[in-house]
């Protein structure tokens, strides 16, 4: 008995087909190719092409939340230096309403004031050269030179 059993077995094993798919298999065919392990082996090869696709998609997130904190931070510093354009644009407002007041107090020193006009519009053109290259660091310095010329303006 044991040996028509192993006949059987391994004559359906024999009627595996040979593209091992359960679409086209028929019932003999599907008997054969579940003996010989093919259906396994496909089962097997799929989990592992999930598990694949599901590390790209996990790595696709992980780059997309990396290039929204990046645009974020992009964000922000543009935030923070147009609010420091801002700041600098009304100082050097403020610095023409005192150089104008200079002048009308102070006609006998016009060459002070022509002076400081002539700097506060070589500051007000680094201004706008370092707002067009976004350099902070000229920011920083043209706000420090203004405050300086606003202090002489003061004095005057």
């Given at each position: 008995?044991?040996?028509?059993?192993?006949?059987?077995?391994?004559?359906?094993?024999?009627?595996?087909?040979?593209?091992?798919?359960?679409?086209?298999?028929g019932?003999?065919?599907?008997?054969?190719?579940?003996?010989?392990?093919?259906?396994?082996?496909?089962?097997?090869?799929?989990?592992?092409?999930l598990?694949?696709?599901?590390?790209?998609?996990?790595?696709?997130?992980a780059?997309?939340?990396?290039?929204?904190?990046?645009?974020?931070?992009?964000?922000?510093?543009?935030?923070?230096?147009?609010?420091?354009?801002?700041?600098?644009?009304?100082?050097?407002?403020?610095?023409?309403?005192?150089?104008?007041?200079?002048?009308?107090?102070?006609?006998?020193?016009?060459?002070?004031?022509?002076?400081?006009?002539?700097?506060?519009?070589?500051?007000?053109?680094?201004?706008?050269?370092?707002?067009?290259?976004?350099?902070?660091?000229?920011?920083?310095?043209?706000?420090?030179?203004?405050?300086?010329?606003?202090?002489?303006?003061?004095?005057?």
């Open positions: 008995m044991r040996r028509i059993v192993l006949l059987f077995v391994l004559s359906l094993a024999a009627c595996a087909t040979p593209n091992c798919d359960p679409e086209t298999a019932f003999v065919g599907g008997l054969g190719n579940a003996m010989s392990g093919c259906y396994q082996t496909n089962e097997d090869r799929l989990r592992q092409d598990a694949a696709a599901r590390q790209q998609v996990a790595a696709a997130m780059a997309a939340q990396a290039r929204r904190r990046d645009a974020a931070d992009a964000q922000f510093d543009a935030l923070s230096m147009s609010a420091r354009l801002a700041n600098l644009a009304q100082a050097n407002a403020e610095i023409r309403r005192k150089i104008e007041a200079a002048r009308a107090r102070r006609n006998s020193d016009q060459g002070r004031v022509t002076a400081a006009q002539e700097q506060l519009d070589q500051l007000e053109h680094e201004r706008a050269q370092a707002r067009q290259s976004g350099n902070a660091e000229a920011l920083d310095e043209n706000r420090r030179k203004i405050e300086a010329l606003e202090q002489f303006a003061t004095s005057m």
